[in-house]
């Protein structure tokens, strides 16, 4: 795989019509999606079949993890394991970087 310079600030657009997603990268046995939310939007809890790293690259948000919810500002990451159902959602604008392994 060629070696790609990404600017993850350059990238953030908010749709405060929908999530805007923008996939990054895909490196085979993982890949990177930029997820940006605007104000009070929402992921709603739901199962997913793969582990997940989100890193909040800017903005506040709650994610919820199984049953556990946590509020993450810019430069926190948090890991979602592939058996707990996981969720966010925003109190401000939230940018994050979610690199996740590839089923």
Known sequence: ??????????????NSNKVSMKKLLDAGSFNLALVCLDVDQEIPPHPEGYDVVFYVVEGLGVFT??????????????FSPKEKVRGIRSLEKLSILGIRETI
Do not use: C
């Open 65 to 78: 993890v199984g049953v556990e919810e946590y509020t993450l500002g810019a430069g926190s990451m948090i």
């Open 1 to 14: 795989m060629k070696s790609s310079k990404i600017n993850l600030h350059d990238l953030i657009e908010y």
